[in-house]
């Protein structure tokens, strides 16, 4: 939103800006912990964006037409509880930044989606914000190219401080923006020189413009304390073919006496001395939490800005044949047909029996899916021959151009996840993307994030286990599935055939509480699920595959196990020894079920045995301290995949062995 407002008078931004430095200063005082340094310095900057640029309007803090601002740098949280409440949004109250960082305050230590409207995604683990702001800037486009510039034409205005810079991730994210040339992305560094060990010498020499014009963006320098010289870098930076980098000179801590430009500024509170000292020269009232007479309302009026666009906003789109599409697609809405489409397609599964590995049946399930649903948007980290992500329906999104629907998102694993999270925190878009299972070590933080928003991202992570073969240990799960596991509110699927993989995709779609990561195989497994139902039976988590009537043992498995099993009950029921099968494909649904069912289904005073191609961690909650366990005890190797479970000793004989074993208890 370009300023209509004259350039900023120096003195009223710095005016309006120090409202900023009362709050932050008063708040960490308060909470005798956080972060001032980045509130205090870039509080000028930040009043600028929010006073002349950005488009937004407290009052209807989900229009999904506003710019995204986006605090990479999540410490200086100060800074956006003070902008949100000065430029009056429901909340923060004032109460609310009294209460920083303590128990029950939507201002908590770093900003979390989800507390208070405006807060666009959790910032906190450095670089996170920055990524997320690619997706979001990318899901801007892809919407554009679908819906208009009437209905979708917005910016994401990010701030980032060394630390975000410094971060692996941060070069994934610049990368990959310059590359599609997201013109609509616009960084405000906060080059302050200033980290928590010192000045940023100590460990960085980096001439930062340079690395992001060689990433292809835009760049640009200001004093961030000049109102005017940020006035017209932002203003420079409104009609970019590229996305821009404005480095933003600035005092870390401005105004404190003897902080102020030192790593003294970057964290803790400042003590009363030092906070009456930033009071007295930045001209503030002495008492806590106290703004000078008038700011507040000035603030206020600066945070109507954007309601007539708002309103012209609305007009458009209620005029528009498309406003119901629109809607629609902006909550995801999972068309209806979905459903039945998943059921027929399994149906066909049952009775053609695929003998394949899951992720080319998932392949199948995404052309059925990417068909009905207009909203998913696919990709993968440089492996969609391997991952089967790309279906045939859907184009390549190409730099500057967006009408596709599927990212080529190179060898960048960890800024492929966060720049899903933030397509999927934009909203419009049902992002899945794809890399295999070992790397999720790469992606881990922003995993864990997406978890901790709980937002709809599908993680399609094939090469599930040590049937990945000749590649060897360094591209073998063996503790993954364990350590995914482990990630509050992260759904993790590892379907057993064909069938499952379809239930699974249906399951995933439809979760818009958190990610659902989906673990394939690589090597051809038989469909076990040959009678159709058109009940969704993953979606209990684990369920009897094979029941066998006076059973004394249940075997569970998952995933390309569940087969290993299912031969080994063979072999068992031959020898006159009754075995059913479980096939466990989501412990986090399983645990959700009634205890009536859990217990069904685990078969109370049958012994049990576990098989999983992958580390034992977790099973005993199952199997208990006697069960058996067949699985990984190590790490893998390299040889075809038949050959390492056999040398892993994961075959139907070794179960039939343990299931043996284990009647003798
Ligand atoms: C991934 C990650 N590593 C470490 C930290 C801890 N940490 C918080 S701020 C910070 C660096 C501070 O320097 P800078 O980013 O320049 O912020 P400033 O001090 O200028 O506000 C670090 C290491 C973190 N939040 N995230
Ligand atoms: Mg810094």
Redesign the pocket.
Known sequence: MESHLPPPEQARTRRLANAIRALSLDAVEQAKSG?P??PL?MADAATVLFGHFLKFDPANPQWPDRDRFVLS????SMLLYSLLYLTGYAGPTLDDIKHFRQVGSPCAGHPEHGHLPGIETTT????QGIANAVGMALAERLLNARFGDDLVSHKTYVIA????LM?GISHEAISLAGHLKLGNLIVLY?D?H???DGP?SLSDSTNSIERFEAAGWKTDMCDGHSATEVHRALSAAQNSDKPVMIKCKTI?GFGMPTRAGT?KA??DAPGAEEVAGAKKALDLPAAAFTLNDGVLEEWRTLGKRGKQAYDNWTGRKNRSARAREFDATIACEISAALGPAIAELKQKLAAEKPKAGTRRTSERVLEVVNGLLKTTVGGSADLTPSNNTKTKNIDDIKPGEFAGRYVRYGIREHGMAAAMNGMALHGGIIPYGGTFLVFSDYMR?SIRLAALMGVRVIFVMTHDSIGVGEDGPTHQPVEHLAALRAIPNLTVIRPADAVETAEAWEIALNNDKGPTLLAFSRQDVPTLRTDHTSDNLVRRGAYEIAASPGAKVTILASGSEVDLAMQAREIMQAEGVAVRVVSMPCWKLFEQQSETYREKTLGPGTAKVAVEAAVREGWDRYIGAHGRFVGMHGFGASGPYKDVYKHFALTPEVVADAVRASLKD
């Open positions: 972060h340094g980045l310095g740098a999540g410490h200086g906190g683990p450095l670089g401080s060394d630390g975000d971060e906060d302050n200033i980290s928590i940023t870390i790593q970057h964290s933080p």
